[in-house]
């Protein structure tokens, strides 16, 4: 018998969150284009708005936000102008900004996104990709043991886009936390850490990290892949695999009655504005369900609901909260 979906949507409330990783800001100019450039063969987009959103882990914890969790951000920015812009942001929605280090080392990452008749027609990356100094590292270290030590965390979700904030060190150091405190963990890895992680309690890759990671050639998932991921599980104690396989849907992977079953959730048809932000969203409502003891498979069919929703929308938006409970009584 399936839990209360208000009992489940309920127990998301006040569960205190650290998202551990590479914070964003996600800058967005839309306009409209009528012509080509005399200059060269590109068009040109007459200005109309521009905004700003949080992306990257600082998604992620705005989707826990807004699903009733209290997000305590972890990551390392600087003091430039875009990383002031980053703490107001996060001011602004009245989320903590007790696990944010501010270094002369770092400056914010920041991706330029411009749109044209609602379609994106340019990125543009302004970025630091290189490992924390020691000096950062042990400062963000410290200030999130203590968190740990308080008592208050209740889970811990690791965001790795792969731009020097996440380290095997400080995964190893979070961990060790972790498992002696019993704090469940959900890591959405990158290609450059994917084989550091270990004891995690939700283990989500897309396909094509999943292949970079273990090497594998197939261009779905089949029985020799599987295999390997069984083996990963195993050697990495990973008690779930989530395997987001874009519009095929989600394959999970956990262990049930001495093996490592699997199951795949297909993806309900939808109409995709934009796919920025899925992952990040997915994150989020697998470790909420998580901590509020769902069990494997509603706890992926509920991540890939609110994945799917936020695709309908342009730009990184986190999830709507009560649109997600009335979607999901549909299916429950």
Known sequence: MKPSLNGIFEAFNGKNILVIGDVMLDEYIEG?????????????????????????????????????????LCSVIGYDEKSDSLVHLLEERQMSVQGIVRSKHRCATVKYRVLGN?????????????????????????????????????GIVFEDYDKGIISPPLID????????????????????????YHH???????????????NLIADKPDEASLDKIRQLMREKHFSMVVLTLSEDGVLLLYHRNNDIEDIHIPTRVRQVADVSGAGDTMIAVASLALIAGVAPEEMVQLANLAGGMVCEQVGVVPIDKQLFFEEAVKSW
Do not use: C
């Open 32 to 72: 409209k284009v009528n012509r080509l450039s005399p200059e060269a063969p590109v068009p040109i987009v007459d200005i109309t708005s521009r905004y700003t959103r949080m992306g990257g882990a600082a998604n992620v914890a705005l989707n826990i936000k807004a699903l009733g969790g209290n997000p305590i």
């Open 118 to 154: 609602n379609t994106q027609l340019l990125r543009l990356d302004e970025e630091m990709k290189s490992p924390l100094t020691d000096e950062d590292h042990a400062l963000l270290v410290r200030q999130m043991e203590a968190m740990m030590d308080s008592g208050i965390v209740d």
């Open 200 to 214: 995690a309690d939700v283990f989500k890759p897309n396909w094509k990290e999943m292949k970079e990671g273990l």
């Open 173 to 196: 150091k979070v961990m060790e936390s972790a498992v002696r405190k019993h704090i469940p963990v959900s890591v959405d890895p990158k290609k450059n850490n994917f084989l550091s």
